[in-house]
């Protein structure tokens, strides 16, 4: 398969780089960044320290598609969803990381996804994907009896809060029990804010340095506690977790999948 690669010159970009690199049967065929990019014009593998490619770093991201079969996305959500309509255009597959999606910008998604597959995962780690599904499990088996409550870290960099993955947790567990994530999500407590409801999810975030990405789930009972903790340690598994995707997707009809499909989970 051959890939191009959006938001190259970015962390998440050079990691990617190296594990197409390192992938057997893809071929790094395009590197895109922004216009105005300082390393526009440069070897995509000497920026990301893997290696002259061949691959220049450029700004035209329909004209680096022509030769690509799937393009790998981990920028922003606005410059994701054009990425989207040129890779619907073409009927281009995507494999998409960028997170801080509102819920009208999913909808947009998903609505590319009716005409191209789509990986769209906020967390590419296959360790953070096992949690996904196991939560769901404790979630059920616990019931209504545990007050839970989801804290995040990253480094001091990250711009969307909390983290997709976060969300994610929060969603799966309120689903789990019969909650709506976004009724119940609480992100704020200050002050007199009263007692903590039964039905609440609190997520909390903590921001600095440079932690890649840590999320426990506490599920918090009376005289015991449950503690579900992922540590990320490097970019490198989310790089990898994305390229895994990008070959599961050959032949794959337009949908909307994520990394429990990639996974074989659903
Ligand atoms: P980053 O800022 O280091 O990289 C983003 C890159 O996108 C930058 O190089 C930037 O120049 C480029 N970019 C911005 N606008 C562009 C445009 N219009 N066209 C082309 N390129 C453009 O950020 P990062 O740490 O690499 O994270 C990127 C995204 O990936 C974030 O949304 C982050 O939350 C997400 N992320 C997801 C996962 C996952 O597993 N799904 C893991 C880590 C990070």
Redesign the pocket.
Known sequence: MNVAI????????GRLIHAVVEAEGLTLTAA????G?PQIGMDAGLVAGAGDLGVKIG?D?ARGMAAADVLID????E?TL??ADICARLGKQMVI????FTPEQREKLAGFARRIPIVF?????VG?NVCFKILKDIAKTLGDGFDIEIVELHHN????SP???AVRMGEIVADALGRDYNQVANYHREGMCGERSKEEIGMQTVRGGDIV?EHTVYFIGMGERIELTHRAIS?DM?AR??VRAASWLAGKPAGLYDMQNVLGFK
């Open positions: 959006v938001g190259a010159a970015g962390r998440m970009g895109v960044e922004r216009p990019h700004d991201l981990f920028t922003f959500p410059v054009a990425n990381g960028s997170t801080g995962a906020p967390n590419m780690s953070v960099k990250k711009k969307d983290s997709g993955t990405g970019r989310f977790g994305a």
